[in-house]
C-alpha cells in the first residue's frame, strides 16, 4: 500500500511570486490535511479537505488556499511569497470519517528567496 | 480549542539509559493523544496513539506513554534508548473522533550519545 506522496520535494521561489504543492493520499483516504513547519512556529494546521470541500481551516491570511480533486489528490497554493512563507508543508491523509490516525508525507521544503 | 505544551526542548541522554518526555495538554472536549516522531528532513511518523480504555499504551519499539486526565499529561517513556531513537518528538491532540485537525507541541529534540 502506497504511502503519501508529495511532490515536489525541494521548491526555491522568488519573493511576490506563487506556488503550488500537491499531495496524494493513501488509496482510500479522503481527507487532506496540510500543515507548515517552521523553525520559530512549529507545527501549524493549515486546511483540511475532505471529499473536495474544506472542512476545517487554521489561521492562516488568504494567500494560503487549497483545493481537493475527484481522486482526493489535494494541492496547496500560496500566492505573492513572502520570505517567512519558507518552510517545510506536510500533508497528512486520514480516512476521513472517524478516523484515529493521521498519515504524513515526507514534505515539501520550500524556499522563498 | 486545543493547546500542548512540550516543556522539555531538548533532552540529552546516554545510551542504554531511560527516558522521559514531558507533554501535557489542554482542552474544553475530549480529545486522542498521539505521540509522533521525525528524523532530518523526514515526515512525521506515528508511535503511538490513546483514543479510550487502557492508560497505558505501547508502541512496538519499546516506548509507553501514560494518559493521565487529572493531570492532564500524556508523558513519554522509555526504559533504554538506543543511539537510533534520536529524533525530534512531538506530541499531539486532535477531538475525538477525528485525526484530521492535530495541535503539535513545539517538540523534543532527543539526543542519545554513548
Known amino acids: 500500500k502506497a504511502g503519501v506522496t508529495q511532490t515536489p520535494r525541494y521548491l526555491i521561489k522568488t519573493r511576490g511570486q506563487q506556488v503550488t504543492l500537491s499531495c496524494s493520499p493513501i488509496?482510500?483516504?479522503?481527507?487532506v490535511s496540510w500543515y507548515q513547519q517552521t523553525p520559530g512556529q512549529g507545527l501549524q494546521f493549515l486546511f483540511e479537505y475532505f471529499s473536495e470541500t474544506q472542512r476545517n481551516k487554521g489561521n492562516f491570511p488568504g494567500r494560503f488556499s487549497g483545493r481537493q480533486f475527484s481522486n482526493s489528490r489535494s494541492e496547496m497554493n500560496v500566492s505573492t511569497l513572502e520570505l517567512g512563507d519558507s518552510a517545510l508543508y506536510l500533508c497528512a491523509s486520514t480516512l476521513g470519517t472517524g478516523s484515529t490516525e493521521a498519515f504524513f508525507g515526507q514534505g515539501t521544503r520550500l524556499t522563498v528567496v | 480549542a486545543q493547546s500542548v505544551t512540550q516543556l522539555d526542548s531538548q533532552v540529552p541522554v546516554f545510551e542504554e539509559a531511560p527516558v522521559e518526555l514531558r507533554c501535557n495538554y489542554s482542552?474544553?472536549?475530549?480529545?486522542?493523544l498521539f505521540w509522533y516522531v521525525q528524523y532530518p528532513n523526514q515526515g512525521l511518523q506515528l508511535l503511538l496513539k490513546?483514543?479510550?480504555?487502557?492508560?497505558l499504551v505501547e508502541s512496538i519499539n519499546g516506548f509507553e506513554a501514560e494518559f493521565n486526565k487529572s493531570q492532564t499529561s500524556f508523558h513519554l517513556r522509555k526504559p533504554s534508548v538506543h543511539i537510533s531513537d534520536t529524533a525530534e518528538y512531538f506530541c499531539a491532540v486532535s477531538p475525538t473522533g477525528t485525526a484530521s485537525k492535530l495541535t503539535f507541541g513545539t517538540g523534543t529534540r532527543l539526543q542519545v550519545t554513548l
Open positions: 482542552s474544553s472536549v475530549s480529545v486522542y
Open positions: 490513546y483514543l479510550s480504555g487502557s492508560t
Open positions: 488509496s482510500g483516504h479522503r481527507s
